[in-house]
């Protein structure tokens, strides 16, 4: 995936075993490596890191109107 693109994150549920769902979140891709993804919202302006082993799964979001 491209740096800048919109992309929508499902994020694993801290307790799986409980059955609780994966939460899903929609930001924009600054920065990809093996082990880390980093997002960044607009409001209030914040920069998000993950752990790719947290990640289950990620999309880009096609017609956002990207720059």
């Keep these: 995936m491209d740096v800048g693109a919109y992309v929508l994150v499902q994020v694993k549920p ?4 409980a059955g609780e769902a994966p939460r899903a ?3 924009r891709l600054v920065r990809r490596s093996a082990t ?3 997002l960044e919202q ?3 302006k914040k920069t998000i890191e993950l752990k790719t ?3 289950l799964s990620m ?4 017609g956002s109107g990207e720059a």
Excluded: C, L, Y
């Excluded at 801290?14 to 075993?17: G, I, V």
């Excluded at 999309?59 to 096609?62: A, F, G, K």
């Design 42 to 44: 607009f409001n209030p």
């Design 36 to 38: 880390r993804v980093t």
């Design 53 to 55: 082993s947290d990640i």
């Design 59 to 62: 999309h880009r979001v096609v």
């Design 25 to 27: 979140v929609v930001k």
């Design 14 to 17: 801290k307790a799986a075993d």
